[in-house]
């Protein structure tokens, strides 16, 4: 049975951290300037990320991604012993994933260097994938219906908290130089366009035979048959993939065989009212 924690009205999954942790994470945790960022929201393509991210960190070589879990490439920060872990490491350079909020976040990343790629995916379908993720595994409690997930969802009471906050929160940083917004659906839309420019943003350039070789080894089809990215790895009491399996379909826009048209209409219209001063145009507007 999962339990939640509370940490600053945030509800967290007790089995990943503990308000300790979260709070040395805010207030003590020491950011470097060549440090690297993942950072989503729960089911916006986390996974997804860290393999393009590991990948490009070894310009273009697979051993890595094939050889070691991906919670161990990128580490989530806010899971057990990880921040005092990466705090020893002095020699390499770090690579972390999160799923904090800003305003959550370590307080010495802001006025530092370090890099953030914040990737954001069309909240439908990230509650979508959420409902599958919450029954596999033990970090969410099960949800009774999708109706009931629909609900918390709008009023932001899951781990994490507010999607809409979250985004918002994060989106503060857009024009900073330290900053790469990137979308689940561009990453759909142009892999490989995708690929090169986060490449870029972490200063690195490569020829288009390397450029293939990452763009292959990150596809849906090659990550759900690699045990180190796929989450086999990981015991069956954490996650049961015989319920839902992680890399489960890897689509946009299966929210439409999800969601009644009433939902939907509701839902258009608590993001409508919760972003709509957003200066931006997200790629699901419309959709
Ligand atoms: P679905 O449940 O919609 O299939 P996260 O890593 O943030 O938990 O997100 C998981 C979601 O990203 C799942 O979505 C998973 O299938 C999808 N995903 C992971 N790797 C992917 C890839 N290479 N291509 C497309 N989708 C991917």
């Known amino acids: 049975m999962s339990e939640y924690i509370k940490y600053k009205g945030t509800l967290f999954p007790q089995l990943s951290t503990t308000l300790k942790d979260l709070n040395f994470l805010e207030n003590e945790f020491l950011i470097r300037d060549d440090d690297i960022f993942n950072i989503t929201y729960p089911k916006s393509g986390t996974t997804w990320v860290t393999e393009i991210l590991s990948i490009i960190h070894t310009n273009g070589d697979p051993t890595w991604c094939n050889t070691v879990p991906n919670w161990d490439r990128i580490p989530w920060l806010e899971s057990p012993d990880v921040a005092e872990k990466l705090q020893e490491n002095q020699s390499q350079q770090r690579l972390i994933t ?29 509650l979508v994938s959420l409902y599958y993720f919450a029954k596999m595994s033990v970090f969410y409690e099960d949800p009774e219906s999708f109706d009931a997930l629909f609900k ?15 985004v918002r929160g994060w989106m503060e940083m857009t024009g900073k130089d330290n900053f790469f917004f990137n979308t689940y659906e561009d990453l759909q839309r142009d892999l490989r366009g995708s690929v090169i420019r986060i490449s870029k943003f972490l200063g690195k350039s490569f020829d288009d035979a390397v450029i293939d070789s990452i763009v292959e080894n990150v596809t849906f089809n090659t990550m759900k048959k690699n045990n180190m990215a ?58």
């Not at 999160?98 to 069309?122: D, E, M, P, Q, W």
């Not at 918390?152 to 979250?166: N, R």
């Not at 015991?235 to 048209?261: A, C, I």
Request: proline share 4%; aromatic share 18%; with cysteine.
């Open 98 to 126: 999160s799923h904090l909020a800003k305003h959550l976040f370590c307080k010495s990343f802001f006025g530092s260097k370090a890099k953030v790629i914040y990737t954001a995916r069309n909240p439908k379908d990230v």
């Open 230 to 287: 796929n989450f086999t790895m990981l015991s069956s009491t954490y996650m049961d993939q015989e319920k839902s399996p992680f890399l489960r379909k890897g689509v946009t826009g299966d929210w439409k065989n999800h969601f009644t048209v009433a939902q939907s209409e509701y839902f258009d219209q608590v993001y409508k009212e919760k972003m709509q001063d957003l200066c931006v145009k997200f790629p699901w507007d419309n959709n």
């Open 152 to 166: 918390q969802f709008i009023t932001g009471k899951l781990p994490y908290g507010s999607w809409f906050d979250h």
